[in-house]
């Protein structure tokens, strides 16, 4: 993928770090999508008022509803049982790098038999919740015969996998 | 926070119970980790098997896909 889809998920996970919030979801990304580049997508975003005050505001109030999950849980019943899980994080980043221990995070939570709600259990890294968004991307950009997914691709991406909790295969997809 | 950190190890069942099922969240990333970096350095699967006291058989099918993985980035990078 391209520099400004870098920099979008760099935006992304800030933001998410930033929140405190335990995964990194397309809401995330739609944030970094709308701090990123003079793209396409972030124009139509704009002229239709999905600013970053109004994705941001909308964030906080669901935050305050209790909808999106802090990171909590596993955090805190390890360091019951003496275990600092971010000492523990601090030292695998120095020996594996973070890419590498975000990566064995998805792939441990993606098992089957890993089971639906356990994600918050792998305390190390946040699961990536917006990746499925990122290949219904790439498979945009590759139908419109684009090697590499755009922004622009990312908001198609983003915008089919929220429109329904399963999106119906276009028949361009096909 | 306090209350739950010191409930973790007290009798509350439902408490001891998450502590340990995060504990073992994050004892297979650990294990993912050290799998993968193991095999990287040419580990065989028996090899890894035999450190962790698990089967051959066990620890392929848990990170067998580890392989599936290299592959795929590999032909990506090429």
Redesign the interface.
């Known amino acids: 993928m391209l520099a400004d889809f870098e920099q979008m998920m760099r935006l992304a996970a800030e933001e998410s770090e930033r929140r405190d919030h335990r995964y990194l979801g397309t809401e995330h990304a739609l944030l970094g999508l709308l701090c990123t580049s003079n793209a396409r997508a972030v124009s139509v975003l704009r002229s239709r008022g999905l600013t970053v005050e109004a994705v941001e505001a909308e964030l906080g109030r669901l935050e305050e509803e209790g909808v999106v999950p802090r990171r909590d849980?596993?955090r805190?019943?390890?360091?019951?049982?003496g275990?600092d899980?971010d000492e523990?994080l601090a030292r695998?980043d120095r020996s594996?790098g973070r890419a590498?221990?975000d990566e064995?995070?998805c792939?441990?939570t993606r098992?089957p038999l890993w089971r639906r709600g356990?994600r918050d259990?792998?305390?190390?890294?946040k699961p990536v919740l917006v990746k499925r968004a990122l290949e219904l991307a790439e498979r945009h950009a590759q139908t419109a015969g684009r090697e590499q997914a755009t922004i622009d691709d990312v908001l198609v991406g983003i915008l089919r996998l929220t429109s329904a909790s399963a999106p119906p295969p276009t028949a361009s997809e096909t | 926070?306090v209350t739950?950190?010191?409930?973790?190890?007290g009798r509350d069942p439902a408490?001891g119970l998450?502590?340990v099922?995060?504990?073992?969240?994050?004892l297979?990333?650990?294990e993912?980790?050290h799998v993968?970096?193991a095999r990287r350095s040419g580990w065989s699967w028996e090899a890894i098997a035999q450190k962790l006291g698990v089967s051959r058989q066990a620890v392929h099918q848990?990170h067998g896909?580890?392989d599936k993985?290299k592959q795929r980035l590999g032909k990506r990078g090429r």
């Open positions: 849980g596993g805190e019943l390890l360091r019951s049982l275990i899980i523990v695998l594996f590498a221990v064995a995070t792939r441990v098992r356990r259990l792998a305390p190390l890294a | 926070m739950l950190a010191r409930d973790a190890t408490d998450a502590a099922a995060a504990l073992g969240g994050l297979e990333v650990l993912a980790l993968e970096r848990k896909d580890l993985r």
